[in-house]
């Protein structure tokens, strides 16, 4: 196994562990709760809560990108033979 296989392997374990996905969930939920809740006269508040939803989605677009690679790269000697 080369890193990008290490990696993608480690990464897919990370994405199916039932405590990281209730984590991402939960985080994900409070975030709408509070945008939800947060005031109209409130824009900073709204922008920054945006902001983390956004990058709380780009960093499970990152994991998701990880194994997807290490499957590429594992699938790469199987294309070559073909």
Not at 10 to 35: G, H, T, Y
Not at 43 to 48: D, K
């Amino acid at each position: 196994m080369n890193d990008k296989e290490i990696k993608a392997a480690e990464a897919d374990q990370l994405l199916n562990n039932p405590m990281f996905i209730d984590a991402f969930v939960n985080v994900r939920e409070n975030l709408v709760s509070q945008i939800e809740d947060v005031g109209l006269d409130q824009e900073a508040m709204s922008n920054q809560l945006m902001l983390c939803l956004q990058c709380l989605k780009q960093v499970k677009k990152m994991i998701v990108n990880e194994v997807n690679t290490g499957k590429l790269e594992q699938a790469k000697p199987e294309l070559q033979v073909i």
